[in-house]
């Protein structure tokens, strides 16, 4: 093992073919958690260690004061993976895993990809594909697969997994839907402000100026949502609140975990679902975290990329 600063991509694409089109990708991605697993002695069924695989790459992890709405980031030249110290230790490993998947990416374009790889190497996109590559680092696809197969996706499913393998429950929820036969989707909902709602005076300074006009109250938005590869191409509308009867905003106002029908506002229409909705708190901000089964309707013919929107 190297006993300098080493990216763990250079290492894996020594042997590794460069990918060529999506379903390509996903394997090499999947195969990349594998080697890291692999390389630094885990098991299939292990939770990771972070210092394992620090030290194996002569990489540091360090706690850094980011912004409340980052999780971490990456500078390559100094092997340092920086992390959000006021996480939870759950959410700290999934954007650890995050972070290394980013150096997969950063390592993969000096490779010169073909367009159609290139594409899925910025921007949201790359984002999604941390997000999942992370999942698989934590949650092996091989392992999980038999798991939600013989006991379906749900909360519990979700967290049988977060115990076992130490993950978030977000990331519980990506890997799930990950293996999933079925059309799924997972949608992030906060207590938040439209952006076209927020004000760049600072709610203390609010009560010197006569003229001000107050900002309306902050409603349960979705934050971020995932669609699952059976599900086709469509997209969850971003910042859309909840109804004033959805299982979201019950759960958001009871403070447990509600089930019930819901409806979906997406770009195939409205849709009527099923879903699972558990309500967290982050140090500043109110989240409920949904689980979405979708109907038959929506089901992919062909591979289609696990999308974030």
């Given amino acids: ?87 939870i230790a759950t959410r700290q490993r999934f954007t650890f895993g995050h972070e290394l998947m980013e150096l997969y990416f950063s390592y993969l374009v000096r490779l010169s990809p073909s367009p159609t790889i290139a594409r899925y190497c910025d921007g949201r996109d790359k984002e999604n594909l941390c997000e999942r590559g992370s999942g698989m680092l934590l949650m092996p696809p091989a392992v999980i697969k038999p798991m939600v197969d013989a006991g379906g996706v749900s909360i519990a ?9 130490g993950s978030s429950l977000t990331a519980a929820f990506i890997a799930m839907i990950s293996v999933a036969d079925e059309p799924h989707a997972v949608v992030s909902w906060k207590l938040a402000w439209k952006e076209s ?50 299982p979201v905003l019950l759960a958001h106002s009871s403070g447990t975990a509600t089930t019930g029908a819901d409806r979906l506002h997406t770009t195939a229409g409205v849709l009527t679902v099923s879903v699972e909705a558990r309500p967290f708190q982050t140090a500043t901000d109110s989240h409920v975290i949904a689980l979405y089964s979708l109907p038959e309707s929506v089901r992919a013919v062909t591979l289609e990329p696990l999308l974030l929107t």
């Fill in 1 to 87: 093992m190297p006993q300098q600063q080493i990216n763990p991509a250079a290492v894996y694409f020594q042997s590794a073919l460069v990918p060529r089109n999506y379903p390509e990708l996903i394997d090499s991605i999947e195969r990349y958690t594998t080697f890291l697993r692999a390389y630094t002695g885990h098991t299939a069924t292990s939770k990771i260690d972070e210092e394992t695989i620090t030290t194996a790459f002569g990489l540091r992890k360090e706690h850094l004061p980011l912004l409340p709405s980052q999780r971490g980031l990456t500078i390559e030249p100094i092997g340092l993976i920086g992390i959000n110290g006021e996480d």
């Fill in 197 to 246: 709602e927020k004000s760049f005076v600072r709610d203390e300074l609010i009560p010197l100026f006569d003229d001000y006009e107050f900002r309306p109250p902050k409603k349960i938005r979705v934050q971020w949502s995932m669609i699952s590869e059976a599900t086709s191409r469509i997209t969850i509308f971003r910042e859309k609140s909840a109804e004033e009867n959805s």
């Fill in 157 to 165: 499913m979700a967290s049988r997994l977060t115990y076992q393998f």
